[in-house]
Nanobody, 130 residues
Framework: QLQLVESGGGLVQPGGSLRLSCAAS????????IFWFRQAPGKEREGISC???????????DSVKGRFTISRDSRDNASVSVYLQMNDLGLEDKAIYYC????????????????????WGKGALVNVSS
């Protein structure tokens, strides 16, 4: 069982930057790829970035590629922080951002498309407004 807690959301002006953090804890984190999803008002939830369970392979949705960067700080197999650095934010980035984890045997690769997650955080609001 993993616990995921997001932090770092808030209000930012268009063109600004924000960094989200996901504190992940639990057994066997080196078998879990970590994902960031977001859900904008009136829209479906969208997978935007992931980082592999081991190593630092990443994947991004086209909507954030080149603007967002995911990274991981692994303290041990039971505690990991995953960050989402978001630059050049636009009004379309306003959403609730969720951290999620998927247990996987494919530990060195991840893909944001079409996967079901095993664990979810409660989300952090990112509000982009002038």
């Amino acid at each position: 069982q993993l616990q995921l807690v997001e932090s770092g959301g808030g209000l930012v002006q268009p063109g600004g930057s924000l960094r989200l953090s996901c504190a992940a804890s639990g057994e066997g984190l080196d078998w879990d790829a970590i994902f960031w999803f977001r859900q904008a008002p009136g829209k479906e939830r969208e997978g935007i970035s992931c980082i592999s369970a081991i190593g630092s392979n990443t994947h991004y949705a086209d909507s954030v590629k080149g603007r967002f960067t995911i990274s991981r700080d692994s303290r041990d197999n039971a505690s990991v922080s995953v960050y989402l650095q978001m630059n050049d934010l636009g009004l379309e980035d306003k959403a609730i951002y969720y951290c999620a984890a998927k247990s996987t045997f494919v530990r060195t690769w991840c893909d944001v498309g079409g996967q079901s997650m095993d664990f979810w955080g409660k989300g952090a609001l990112v509000n982009v407004s002038s």
